[in-house]
């Protein structure tokens, strides 16, 4: 299988039915042809007809079925290939030559009684393939010109065209627009088909990265903690980085697993779900929420920031909780703790003497994005920062996750 062809092809099935059709409709020409001797005028042409009828649905079906030759340089989806446009543009040309060749072997008395051309039903084998290529609409195109090649054979312009005569055409557009929605929805079903092995093989993976992790270097930590803890002073300290590095990697290895995001977007619930520790806790929505690359780097800066500040001031002790609200136009990021607060009035001293770690690397890199940053504290009662930024254009249009109704627990002095 080549690159970027689908792992399970449903169109396949399509393209060998036309070609079974197109063999099967040479097949009932030459029955015509042989019954109907009397309604052609030169017998011997129409026979060279047909075999060149029969070489092009050789050739055509031997070359529809090759995923090589199938490329659609009109449609911007590298990861489908299609037949290409040189050969549905042969195809078609040959198809109306064949229908016109009509007027040249066959009686006019014949043509004007209504008796089907000499391809007869293989007309509507280019139709079927535009329709399967680039969907109803290109099939609806082919259809109009083959119609339209039929339909001159009988009614020169200055003559009006009866109803009765619009039948096989219409029903070759209907067919048409019938077999091109139909191509649609299996290449959706394709799609779908292929994103679901892919979750599935990553899901996997990370089952069996899992089950590695925890059985190394998830215990190694977890001792790591335990004997620092026991033995006290500088090993106590080692023990809490232990202690924290082993929460973080526990929340990557369980985290659930999500296809890589588009190119230039990143998705701020795996970037601020590594910086959960024993002390710090990351609540994200189900889904991932996809921002432009920078502005997810900047707003997972910003929570890092807002953390070590905890940290710095609130002592070891301390815990932080990190909401993510995916509000759909605009991306929020919560970031509580239950230290003991601090006053509005000393947030703008720190910034007078120089100290810009809440004024620039929170507020700053927030104003810098669009956004805004709120912060609520009073002594006592904790802190707690609120981040908002819009979302950009592309980011925009996935979907929206359900607002996460939570509490956090009741803040102590």
Known sequence: MLAGEPAVSLQAPLWRSIAAFRFASVGYAV?????????????????????????WTVISAIAYSRPAWRTWPFRGDPGH???GSALLA????????????????????????????????????????WAVVGGARAGA??????????????????RAVPSTDLDGPVIMLMAAMLVGYVTRLTTSVEQAIQRAAEIEAASRER??????IHDSVLQVLAMVQRRGAEAGGAAAEIG?????????????????????????ELDLSSQLAALTSAKVFVITPAEPVLLPERTASEMTAAVREA??????????????????????????????????????????EAAAEGRLGVSQAIRGRIRDLGGS????SAPGTGTEVRLRVPRGLRAGRTRVAQRAELSFPTQSA
């Not at 198809?95 to 009509?102: D, G, I, K, R």
């Open 240 to 264: 809490r980085l232990a202690g924290e590095q082993e929460a973080a990697l526990r929340a990557l290895v369980t985290a659930d697993g999500h296809l890589a995001p588009p190119a230039g």
């Open 31 to 55: 029955i015509l042809l042989v019954v109907r001797r009397a309604n052609y005028t030169h017998w011997a042409w129409a026979w060279v007809v047909l075999a060149a009828m029969f070489a």
């Open 207 to 212: 089952e069996r990265l899992a089950r590695s």
């Open 141 to 158: 195109i082919a259809a109009v010109v083959i119609s339209a090649c039929t339909i001159a054979l009988r009614h020169p312009l200055t």
């Open 81 to 83: 290939r299609r037949p």
């Open 90 to 129: 042969a195809d078609l040309l040959v198809t109306a030559a064949a229908v016109l060749s009509t007027a040249l072997v066959q009686s006019q008395h014949a043509i004007d009684l209504g008796a089907m051309p000499i391809t007869a039903t293989w007309l509507a084998g280019p139709t079927l393939a």
């Open 307 to 348: 953390i070590d500040n905890v940290r710095r001031h609130c002592g070891e002790s301390a815990r932080a909780w990190v909401l993510v609200d995916d509000e759909g136009a605009a991306v929020s990021v919560t970031i509580r703790d239950d230290g003991p607060g601090v006053s509005a009035r000393r947030l703008a």
């Open 373 to 376: 940053a709120d912060i609520s």
